[in-house]
């Protein structure tokens, strides 16, 4: 049973731990960067499904603080796939609608790259059909303690305002489903604030793999459940007991 709080009519906020790109290529005989690449592939797959899917906002964990853990030649390669997607992919994007936002830290990323993100965030800015974030150097747990630090000097707070301190932006939507593929079954600080009340919806198949099917699945899934944000399922008034007979 759908909820009333969330119709198939809006346009829903996604978020997505690309997960697998590595045990893709392991078990093919192909090197781990081959399935990074081969996950890039799979991006613009599901950017261009997500509109047609009822998604307004589509959140790609792209690299995790933790991910600097990893070997310097796996870390140098996933800089340079994103340096290549920011260079060769905003004029499909600006074609398509699309607005990026790269969200997370950019003061560790290799020289030239917070340049392009800001290059490509502005030529990207009118885009009304989706919103991308990608989520690079990224740590929900950072985002809330750099957002806790800030409100500190604010004399009133809502949870609005804070929203705006975490993300970064005014009138973000909450996430309504996060979607991890490769069979793991953890969030790995992603979305903590935005996410409160998102579905979660866990898949075997490998990012590489990753297509508009899959995608159609997770969200019919989603729409399967009843999201009751807390609160009770709605009473029909013929099974409301009178008052006197209380």
Not at 174 to 180: E, N
């Amino acid at each position: 049973m759908q909820s009333d709080l969330v119709s198939r009519n809006e346009k829903l906020h996604v978020g997505i731990i690309m997960d697998g790109n590595g045990r893709w290529a392991t078990r093919r005989g192909l090197s781990r960067v081959r399935g990074h690449e081969a996950g890039v592939e799979a991006i613009r797959r599901i950017v261009e499904a997500a509109p047609k899917q009822g998604i307004g906002t589509l959140t790609l964990y792209a690299f995790s603080t933790d991910n600097w853990r990893r070997p310097k030649a796996e870390v140098a390669a996933l800089m340079t796939l994103l340096r290549f997607y920011l260079g060769n992919e905003v004029q499909s994007l600006v074609k398509n609608g699309v607005r990026l936002t790269v969200i997370g830290r950019r003061d560790r990323l290799p020289d030239g790259i917070a340049n392009a993100i800001a290059r490509a965030e502005d030529a990207t800015a009118h885009g009304g059909t989706l919103h991308l974030r990608i989520a690079v150097d990224y740590s929900a747990r950072d985002a809330i303690l750099n957002a806790a630090a800030k409100a500190a000097a604010l004399t009133s707070l809502t949870r609005e305002a804070f929203s705006q301190l975490v993300t970064g932006e005014a009138g973000l939507r909450d996430v309504d489903l996060i979607i991890r593929t490769s069979g793991e079954k953890r969030l790995s600080d992603f979305l903590l604030w935005e996410g409160a009340y998102a579905e979660l919806h866990f898949t075997e198949r490998m990012w590489p793999e990753f297509d508009a099917g899959d995608l159609a699945a997770a969200l019919a899934s989603f729409h399967g459940r009843e999201r009751r944000f807390g609160g009770l399922q709605a009473i029909v008034p013929e099974e409301v007991p009178s008052l006197s007979r209380v």
